[in-house]
């Protein structure tokens, strides 16, 4: 289909052209361009994303695609919740004008040969334990800009290693759109919001909401002690909540993720952590 579907709650472009038509005419009329990128099951973390972009541009376009070069083939790509229907009225309610849907065929074409290899923010923490994750989002990220040709285009603070990673991609290959940071999105309890929530059992949720305590804890103590012990710290802290295994605890630089050589924090920090409840792989961070 080449037209903008416009019987959903709001329009919904499943392809290329028609996409770009409509972020054209909005450009010629003068509106600035704001985008979202997602891969559905929509909470309010991403709802933040489209409200700020709507503080940043006139109107805004979110993708649903869930991207399935960024998962290996264990993971949980074919149990990944779909729910487009409900994406579409959530999104429609929080102002968004445009839902750009594509279909696996559209974004991976017959014959589909590229790759993206971003190198230092891409390196460590998450592509240790997901090697193919970054090459995955790099692709689709670089293709969904290409697409949309927004102005502005906002990703999550909670995928921390992948906003460097969507920074330094655009900048090193002069793609005009502004990547700008969005605040993460936490419940009464700082447990970061995401869709690989709705994974978690009543009491897997309660052990979830200690990672953002545990993480606060260990930044305070490696402010004013040593970055490894409090990293050591953090990760028994962890496997006594009860997660296992727990991927990693690191504080890294802020700026580039890298280590502190002197197992003292010199510069603004972050702390970062992946670690497993049951069938559920959290990750959040904080800054230090
Ligand atoms: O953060 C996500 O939801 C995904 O990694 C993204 C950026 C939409 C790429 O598929």
Not at 26 to 42: E, N, Q, S
Not at 96 to 106: E, K, R, S
């Amino acid at each position: 289909m080449s037209e903008v579907e416009t019987s959903a709650p709001l329009p919904i472009a499943r392809s290329v052209a028609p996409l770009r038509q409509q972020v054209r005419a909005w450009r010629d009329a003068g509106l600035r361009v704001g985008f979202v990128a997602t891969m559905g099951a929509l909470h309010e973390g991403h709802l933040g994303l489209v409200r700020d972009a709507l503080i940043r541009a006139d109107r805004v376009v979110a993708s649903v695609f869930v991207n399935p070069t960024q998962f290996a083939p264990h993971e949980d790509l074919d149990s990944y919740p779909r729910q487009e229907a409900r994406d579409a009225e959530l999104l429609a309610d929080a102002g968004c004008h445009l839902l750009f849907a594509p279909t696996a065929a559209v974004m991976y074409p017959e014959g589909f040969a590229t790759r993206v290899e971003v190198g230092e923010p891409a390196a460590g923490l998450e592509a240790d334990f997901r090697p193919h994750f970054f090459g995955g989002v790099a692709v689709v990220v670089v293709k969904l800009l290409n697409q949309v040709r927004a102005d502005v285009a906002l990703f999550g603070e909670k995928d921390y290693q992948q906003l460097l990673v969507v920074r330094r991609l655009a900048r090193d290959l002069d793609i005009p759109t502004e990547i700008i940071c969005s605040p993460t999105v936490r419940d009464a309890h700082g447990l970061a919001l995401s869709s690989r929530n709705a994974y978690l059992s009543a009491e897997e949720l309660e052990v979830a909401r200690r990672l953002n305590i545990v993480l606060r804890q260990a930044g305070e103590a490696a402010r004013v002690g040593s970055v490894a012990a409090a990293e050591l710290e953090a990760v028994h802290a962890l496997e006594a909540a009860g997660f296992n295994p727990v991927d990693y605890v690191a504080i890294r630089r802020a700026e580039d993720l890298a280590t502190f050589d002197e197992d003292c924090i010199d510069a603004p920090a972050r702390i970062l952590a992946a670690a497993w409840l049951g069938r559920t792989r959290l990750i959040d961070n904080l800054a230090v």
